[in-house]
């Protein structure tokens, strides 16, 4: 299998990141200056910034490669130091904090319970919106219905040790699974809801993945700072009779868990 986290995935995030560093601040655009340096920091860790040890730049150095004051540089490193990516050691500079990530693994039977499964000790999803939408082109497409046709679409976060991991709209034929939000909001797996409307078993059709900047809605739900990137899946899974049952785009925090894909012959 391959990884697909943040330092594996996307060649362009990390040439980008690169470039970033040597810009120049975007001055009277709206954006506080310590939160485009906590921005510009958080590229620089993938790019190189920090030493064999781990250790970044003294508060003078950034400031000086930022070409403004150390208070501004203080506030970033603080505002990273508070989301846990960086920590202050006295009298020896700030670090980078390095935390395991989640591993969790793409395969023919992708799902979070078994996923995630003893790299935590809780597991739950938790419904933030149910809706009935119409499908556009896309959605028809991918879930085999007439555009048009209704389609539940549960918007749902899953956690581990309470700690967001996963933001995910998913969508579902409403004809076929027209009672999937009330039994999501009783039990919080998708796997379990589809059991109780006759799919006992579902693979995964095709998986896409690519990295991005989090959007505000993604930042709020996930708990994460500006600048932080997600790892961002579009998936299908069909019944035993290759019948599409979902349709589903998650986020995943990129600082928290690691995408793989399984090398299983039958998955490709």
Known sequence: MFDLSVAHLHDKVMTEGDTRLKNVL???????????????????????????????????????????????????LKSLADEGVVETRHGDGTYVISTPRIIYPLGRRTRFSDGVGAQARSKRGVLLESLTEEADRQLATALGVSVGAPLVRLQTLSEADGVPLALSNSWFDAVRFSEMAEIYRDCGSITESLRRQGVDDYVRQSTTVEARHASETETDRLGLSAGAIVLVTKAINTDRNGVPVEYSISQFPADRISLTVQSDRDWF
């Open 26 to 76: 975007r001055r009277r655009s709206g954006v506080a200056l310590w939160r485009q340096i906590a921005e510009e920091i958080r590229f620089g860790l993938a790019a190189g910034l920090v030493d064999a040890a781990g250790k970044l730049p003294g508060e003078m150095a950034l400031a000086a490669r930022f070409n403004v004051n150390r208070h501004t540089v203080r506030s970033a």
